[in-house]
């Protein structure tokens, strides 16, 4: 019988085509794209075929993807070279193998991966009973288990609010703390009953599974999810070559938000207003290749459930950042 993992590696990537279509034009001979978020390997398989002369690094902070999707790319030799880093060291891994520095394409595919979900012993789903681990590196960090055995109530409500948008948060918190008096909490079934029994009643009859907002929530905390991709959404632009291109799904409203904001940075004109013509200097240095965010389509959708809430942007590099703009997380210099 084959293991989850290797179902895992028949799955079809999200918007796998319309992003191929995208970034195509910056892949011409002997080009070089980071895959910022390898999974399974769907997508730079895709590529992989798609470009006979390309080269891709796959970046990952989960082992065990790193060790299941170099088994798949094996055929394609030094072609496909896999890093085993979080995505904000984008521009070290960049410097490392790019061309002085710099890359052709970048692609973020965000979130938990189907490998996660589907391999319960890892903690992501409340669907499955198992340890309350949650790590996307289970070599190093907290696992959940752990951060609910020791945050306060202050910053586990905190968590739940702005990472998960939870309205009941406090509430949850509070039973957190009244039941890791008496008993730890360790099992994805205790954390999911709890919620469930915490939540008034009319509140659990719409929206899914009321755990879904909790256990996103913990995994984003957990993995320290979205400061990562505040830092790495800047420094991939950076990483990018003059003409090069950068195209990121999102599937929830707080990765998305932070996408579009990092992007609209070199999307807009920053001339003093009144002017009657644009300042070189001051014009936008990227260009959107979306019209905002991209959705699925419903034939999609349909087929393949994890896109119902995928968002993806993408934009190319017009020129040079211009040195007037703030990088907060540029980085000189770097290497692995």
């Not at 084959?2 to 011409?28: G, M, Y």
């Not at 918190?173 to 008034?200: G, H, K, N």
Request: proline content about 6%.
């Amino acid at each position: 019988m084959p293991s989850t993992a290797d179902n895992n590696a028949l799955h079809v990537p999200v918007l796998l085509k319309p992003i191929v279509d995208i970034l195509s034009p910056a892949l011409q001979a002997e080009s070089c794209l980071i895959d910022c978020t390898l999974g399974m390997g769907g997508h730079s398989e895709a590529f992989l075929r798609a470009f006979p002369q390309l080269t891709v690094i796959g970046i990952d902070r989960d082992e065990q993807a790193i060790e299941l999707a170099s088994n798949r790319l094996a055929p394609f030799g030094t072609r496909f070279i896999p890093v085993h880093t979080t995505y904000d060291d984008v521009d070290k891994v960049a410097q490392t193998y790019g061309h002085d520095g710099k890359v052709d394409a970048i692609l973020m595919d965000l979130g938990v991966s189907s490998l996660q979900l589907d391999e319960t012993e890892r903690g992501f789903s409340y669907a499955h009973d198992a340890p309350l681990d949650m790590r996307m590196d289970t070599s190093c960090g907290i696992t959940a288990a752990q951060l609910l055995a020791t945050a306060s109530h202050s910053e586990l409500a905190r968590i739940l609010r702005i990472y998960g948008e939870e309205k009941f948060a406090p509430n949850i918190a509070r039973a957190i703390i009244r039941r890791r008096e008496t008993a730890p909490l360790e099992r994805t079934s205790e954390l999911a009953d709890l919620v469930r029994e915490t939540i008034p009643a009319p509140a659990r009859r719409k929206g899914g599974n009321p755990s879904k907002r909790t256990f996103q929530a913990l995994r984003i905390a957990v993995n320290n999810e979205l400061d990562v991709l505040e830092a790495a959404v800047p420094r991939a632009i950076e990483s990018l070559r003059v003409g090069g291109r950068i195209a990121v799904e999102a599937y929830q409203s707080l990765e998305d938000r932070i996408v579009k904001e990092a992007f609209s940075v070199g999307l807009k004109s920053t001339s003093p207003p009144g002017l009657p013509m644009e300042l070189a200097d001051h014009a936008p240095y990227l260009k959107a290749l979306t019209r905002g965010a991209q959705k699925a389509d419903r034939a999609e959708q349909e087929t393949n459930p994890r896109s119902a809430s995928v968002r993806l942007r993408a934009v190319e590099r017009l020129r040079a950042t211009p040195a007037h703009i703030a990088q907060p997380y540029r980085r000189q210099g770097s290497t692995l």
